[in-house]
C-alpha cells in the first residue's frame, strides 16, 4: 500500500499472488482472472526469458488462452535484466492494464524483483565490474561463505537477509558498501520511489511442508521426464555458457548432467533439494512483506480459491465477478 497519504475509492486495486514454489500461484491466478476480469503479470525472473520452458514452469498454450499474460519470453536469453528494470516494465503494464480497467494479478516468487515493483529499489552506486571480478575470484579461491562473513562485517543486517550462498547478491552487497562507503541497509531506506495509483491486495500461499515438498520433488521429477535436459543442450548448443538462467535452478543441474559431473538421478536429486531449499528461502523473504493475508494450501485446491475470492470481494466490495475494476 503507498505510504503517507489516504488510499481513495478510484483507485484500482492491483493483486499479488505470492509464495513458494509449487504452491499453486499459477492456478490461483487463473482461476481469479476468470472470476474478476484479470490479466496476469508475470514476476519470475526466469520466465521472463525466451527458450526456457520446461524450467521455467512457464503456464501452458491452454492456460495463456485463459487471461491476457504479460511479460513471459520478453528476454532474449543472454540479456541481462535487473529488478529495477523489470520494475519500470511492470509498473508500465499495470498502468495499462488499469487503463482497461481490468485487475491485474501479479503472481511469482522472485522476491527481489517484487519488492523493485512495489516498494521502489535504493539509490545504490554504479556497478564495478573491476571489483566484481575480484571479489568472484575471492568467492571461487575461498568459498562464498567468505564473502558472507566480509559482508557481515561491512554490514551485519544485510548479511541476515542473503543466503551465504547466493554469491551474486553477496557481490553486489559488498561492492555498494565499499563503493558508497555506507551500509546496504541504510542506502535501502533513501529515496526509494513506491508504486502509487493502486490498492494493493497480497495473497500468500502457506501450504503444509511436507506436502510442499512432496511436490517440489515431483515437479522435478516431471520436468526432467518432459524434457528439460534436452530443452538445455539446445540452448547451450545455441547460445553457449552466456545464456543468463542457465544458472537457474534446474537448468544448472542439467548442465552439470550435459557435462557429464552427475548422473542423471544425481541431477534430479540436486534439482530437487536446490528447489526445496529455495522454497525455504523465499518464505523466509515472503514473510516480512506488509500487510499478506496468508491462505493455508495450494491454489489449486477448491478451498483456497474459494478463500482468494472473498479476499478480493473485501478489499473491492463494489465490483462484481467478472466486472471491470
Known amino acids: 500500500m503507498a505510504p503517507d497519504r489516504e488510499l481513495t475509492a478510484a483507485e484500482p486495486v492491483l493483486l499479488v499472488i505470492l509464495g513458494p514454489t509449487a504452491s499453486g500461484k499459477t492456478a490461483l491466478s487463473l482461476a481469479l482472472a476468470e472470476k474478476f476480469a484479470g490479466e496476469i503479470v508475470n514476476c519470475d525472473s526466469v520466465a521472463m526469458y525466451r527458450e526456457f520452458n520446461i524450467g521455467a514452469a512457464k503456464p501452458s498454450a491452454a492456460e495463456r488462452t485463459r487471461a491476457p499474460h504479460h511479460l513471459f519470453d520478453s528476454v532474449d536469453p543472454v540479456q541481462a535484466m535487473t529488478a529495477g528494470e523489470y520494475a519500470r516494465q511492470a509498473r508500465q503494464t ?31 552506486p554504479q556497478r564495478s565490474e573491476e571489483l566484481r571480478e575480484r571479489l568472484r575470484a575471492r568467492a571461487a579461491e575461498r568459498g562464498s561463505k567468505h564473502l558472507h562473513r566480509m559482508l557481515q562485517r561491512l554490514d551485519a543486517a544485510a548479511a541476515e537477509k542473503i543466503h ?11 561492492e555498494v558498501c565499499l563503493a558508497s562507503r555506507q551500509k546496504m541497509t541504510e542506502l535501502w531506506q533513501q529515496g526509494r520511489d513506491p508504486l502509487r495509483g493502486f490498492r494493493i491486495l497480497r495473497i500468500g500461499l502457506d501450504p503444509d511442508r511436507t506436502a510442499l515438498y512432496d511436490r517440489i520433488n515431483q515437479r522435478a521429477r516431471e520436468m526432467f521426464d518432459q524434457g528439460l535436459v534436452e530443452e538445455t543442450g539446445r540452448v547451450l548448443q545455441k547460445y553457449g555458457a552466456s545464456a543468463c538462467p542457465l544458472a537457474s535452478l534446474g537448468y544448472k543441474q542439467a548442465v552439470q548432467l550435459l557435462r557429464g559431473e552427475l548422473t542423471r538421478e544425481q541431477a534430479l536429486e540436486a534439482a530437487q533439494q536446490a528447489h526445496r531449499n529455495y522454497a525455504k528461502r523465499q518464505m523466509t ?31 473491492h466490495p463494489e465490483r462484481s465477478e467478472g466486472s471491470r475494476f
Not at 551465504?164 to 553486489?172: S, V
Request: overall charge positive; proline content about 5%; glycine content about 10%.
Open 94 to 124: 499495470l498502468a495499462e492494464i488499469a487503463s482497461r480497467h481490468h485487475l491485474p494479478i501479479v503472481v511469482g516468487g522472485t522476491g527481489l524483483y517484487l519488492r523493485a515493483l512495489l516498494e521502489g529499489l535504493f539509490p545504490g
Open 164 to 174: 551465504a550462498n547466493d554469491t551474486p547478491k553477496l557481490i553486489r552487497a559488498i
Open 285 to 315: 523473504w515472503f514473510r516480512r512483506e506488509p500487510e499478506v493475508t496468508w491462505l493455508k494450501g495450494f491454489g489449486d485446491e477448491a478451498g483456497i480459491q474459494q478463500e482468494a475470492v472473498r479476499c478480493v470481494r473485501v478489499c
